[in-house]
C-alpha cells in the first residue's frame, strides 16, 4: 500500500493519459478495497490488461508489501498469481510483464500444464518456463523453487493445481484473473 499523495512512477506513460486506467492503477496500488475484488471492465480493445499489467508491474514496486494474508511478516517478496481463461492469454501476460521490465526466468515463471505442445510457446515466453531437460516435456518446479518467484502466470485451470504441489493458501499478495 503505498502513500495516497504519492506520485506513481508509470512504467507505460499511455496509462497516465487515460484517467480512468490511471484510476484504476491508483484503487488497487492504493489498497482502496483491499478485500473486496477490482473489476476493470470494459469493451475489447479498451486497455483493460494493459492496466492490469500496470497494476501488477506497480505493486511489484511497492515497499512493505511482506505480510502473509493472516498479517505475519515473511521473506520481503510480494507475489503474485496472474491467471486467464486460455494459454494465448496467459501467454499474452507473461510476454507483457516480461516486457514491462521483470527481469528473468528468476522473478516470473509461466506454468504450463503438462499436455500443451512446446510448439504453442512463442520465443518471447519460453524464457519462463520450466522443460524437463532430458524429456523436454513442461515440469513444475518444486515447491522451495515454485515459492521464489515473485510471479506466476498460469491458465485458471493449471492454477488451480498450485495447492496440489503444496502451495500454502494466502502466498500470493495479488491475484489477478484477466478475461474472467
Not at 31 to 37: D, H, L, T
Not at 42 to 49: A, D, I, N, Q, R
Not at 88 to 113: F, S
Not at 135 to 155: C, F, G, K, M, R
Request: charged share 15%.
Amino acid at each position: 500500500r503505498i502513500d495516497a499523495s504519492a506520485q506513481l512512477r508509470l512504467l507505460n506513460p499511455r496509462i497516465g493519459t487515460n484517467a480512468p486506467q490511471l484510476a484504476a492503477v491508483r484503487a488497487v496500488v492504493q489498497g482502496v478495497a483491499r478485500y473486496v475484488p477490482y473489476v476493470i471492465y470494459g469493451p475489447p480493445g479498451t486497455g483493460k490488461t494493459t492496466t492490469v499489467i500496470e497494476c501488477i508491474l506497480q505493486a511489484l514496486k511497492m515497499p512493505g508489501a511482506t505480510r502473509y494474508a493472516n498479517g505475519t511478516p515473511r521473506d520481503g517478496k510480494f507475489r503474485v498469481l496472474a491467471c486467464a481463461p486460455t494459454n494465448t492469454a496467459a501467454d499474452l501476460l507473461c510476454a507483457q510483464l516480461a516486457h514491462g521490465c521483470i527481469a528473468g526466468r528468476a522473478r516470473m515463471l509461466r506454468l504450463n500444464a503438462y499436455s500443451r505442445a512446446r510448439s504453442e510457446v512463442g520465443s518471447d515466453v519460453l524464457p519462463f518456463c520450466v522443460l524437463d531437460g532430458s524429456t523436454q516435456n513442461w515440469e513444475t518446479p518444486s515447491l522451495a523453487i515454485l515459492q521464489t518467484y515473485d510471479v506466476v502466470v498460469a491458465t485458471l485451470s493449471t492454477a488451480g493445481k498450485l495447492t496440489n504441489h503444496g502451495l500454502a493458501s494466502g502466498h500470493f499478495d495479488l491475484l489477478v484473473i484477466d478475461e474472467a
